[in-house]
């Protein structure tokens, strides 16, 4: 079954109060930054390039940090 924008929406904002950089966010704050927030789904092992003004929550699956073609870190996460 298939989210509606509205339900979308509250999902994200839900994802966002959880996190640890915006979880002490009001909630109005939360809602504003959730209307913003679009979903992506990579395969395993898919690279994507990040973007510095961006903000990348991933919500399900592990995360990989590559600098300067070095690991950094990696953090598995699970919903």
């Given at each position: 079954m298939m989210e509606s924008a509205r339900e979308k929406t509250m999902s994200f904002k839900r994802h966002l109060?959880?996190?640890?950089?915006?979880?002490g966010y009001p909630e109005e704050v939360l809602?504003?930054?959730?209307?913003?927030?679009?979903e992506m789904r990579y395969e395993t092992r898919d690279e994507l390039v990040v973007k510095p003004q961006y903000?990348?929550?991933v919500c399900r699956g592990s995360k990989e940090i590559?600098?300067?073609d070095?690991?950094?870190?990696?953090?598995s996460i699970i919903e």
């Open positions: 109060k959880w996190s640890a950089r915006f979880g809602l504003r930054i959730a209307e913003f927030c679009t903000v990348y929550l590559l600098f300067e070095r690991k950094y870190s990696k953090q």
